[in-house]
């Protein structure tokens, strides 16, 4: 699939059927151990992870650099969506695509393989997904 505009539908059409997944089976998991929870779903080697802007995120103490840096409002705003999909399959990166309300996407990752037909598996059986 070399087509970019194809390339980017299909991985739009993975990430909606990601969703729905995530929505019916998805369970808040932790990340560091600690703070930061992500929305998941494990099935043998696939795991489908979200990231929203509604996660709280870690307290980072303030040190002497970030005085430097601009106001992560800011950069959130212009560099960043607020959506992130990261879909894993034998533990490596399969999808990564992140998103907006509005419609605005960037796709950063897309290795098409045996992962698209297990997760395309969650619209006929469900009840194969142990959450």
């Given amino acids: 699939m070399t087509n970019k505009p194809a390339k980017l539908a299909r991985a739009l059409q993975l ?13 808040w998991q932790p990340t ?16 489908v992870v979200l990231d929203t ?4 995120l870690p307290n980072v103490p ?8 601009a106001d992560p409002d800011d950069i959130m705003r212009t560099h960043f969506l607020p959506y992130g999909l990261g879909i894993w399959f034998a533990r490596k990166k399969a999808l990564s695509v992140s998103y907006d309300d509005n419609g605005n996407c960037k796709l950063t990752h897309f290795q098409p393989g045996l992962w698209e037909a297990k997760l395309e598996e969650l619209t006929i059986d469900h009840e194969s997904w142990a959450g």
């Fill in 15 to 27: 990430r909606d059927i990601a969703i729905r997944a995530l929505k019916k089976f998805g369970v």
């Fill in 32 to 47: 560091d151990g600690k703070t930061t929870n992500v929305l998941q779903v494990q099935i043998d080697d696939l795991s």
């Fill in 53 to 56: 802007p509604f996660q709280q």
């Fill in 62 to 69: 303030k040190t002497e650099h970030t005085d430097f840096l």
